[in-house]
């Protein structure tokens, strides 16, 4: 069975601070790995996704994510936050087939 | 790409009455997804589809609602009757299945109240 969690509901960073985004994920087989982004009232986008490969995966608007196999996480950086970065970020794992597993997401608030 | 297309993309409603969700999956996908969001239960997989076929409906809650997708480029969503614990929001999400890869692309979600 597959599973994912993410550490902190809640992120506030500054205008032009780091961003960390902590995602977690439990997989019996090689994992799947992928972000999205939910700006209010809208879709999920994608963000950016690891299959196989290169271990740091860089995504849309600046962001990149590592896969760590023994850390078992895949946690989402962004070097300076901006405004409009503000938005709910999802964490999802799949084995290779159809079915996601989401995380319950992470509200980013970006303070000026 | 116009994207994955959703229609209507606000729908309030009265309990009992049928409402049917709307979704055009992005031109040459073969996997159609039916998600929920709530904020008590997160995103949930409803019913997802390949090649037009229902493949997995398995949570699909119960026999009020049913989902369709009559061609490659259409499928729909029916509650009936509504109740009010159905106002969610609604995603419709397609991917091209090849090999180990399945990205899912979500449309912008059609938030349902049911009163």
């Known amino acids: 069975a597959q599973s994912v969690t993410q550490l902190g509901s809640h992120v506030s960073v500054s205008e032009g601070a780091l961003v960390l985004l902590r995602c977690n994920y439990s997989?019996?087989?090689?994992?799947?790995l992928f972000w999205y982004v939910q700006y209010p009232n809208q879709g999920l986008q994608l963000l950016l996704k690891?299959?196989?490969?290169?271990?740091l995966v860089k995504g849309i608007n600046g962001f990149e994510a590592e896969f760590k196999k023994s850390e078992t996480s895949f946690h989402l950086t962004k070097p300076s936050a901006h405004m409009s970065d503000a938005a709910e970020y999802f964490c999802?794992?799949?084995?290779?087939?159809?079915?996601?597993?989401f995380g319950t997401g992470t509200r980013l608030k970006v303070l000026a | 790409d116009a994207g994955v297309i959703q229609s209507p993309r606000h729908e309030v409603t009265e309990m009992g009455q049928e409402v049917t969700l709307r979704c055009k999956p992005i031109?040459?996908?073969?996997?159609l997804f039916w998600y929920r969001q709530t904020m008590m239960r997160g995103l949930e997989l409803l019913i997802y589809?390949?090649?037009?076929?229902?493949?997995?409906d398995s949570g699909m809650p119960e026999d009020r609602f049913s989902a369709k997708m009559p061609n490659a480029s259409f499928s729909t969503l029916k509650i009936q009757p509504s109740e009010p614990r159905d106002s969610a929001v609604y995603f419709c999400?397609?991917?091209?299945?090849?090999?180990?890869?399945?990205?899912?692309?979500f449309g912008p979600g059609t938030r349902l109240t049911v009163l």
């Open positions: 690891y299959t196989t490969g290169a271990t």
């Open positions: 031109s040459g996908h073969n996997s």
């Open positions: 589809f390949n090649n037009n076929v229902p493949i997995d």
């Open positions: 997989s019996s087989v090689p994992p799947y």
């Open positions: 999802a794992v799949s084995s290779g087939t159809y079915k996601y597993i």
């Open positions: 999400a397609s991917s091209h299945r090849s090999g180990g890869e399945d990205t899912q692309y």
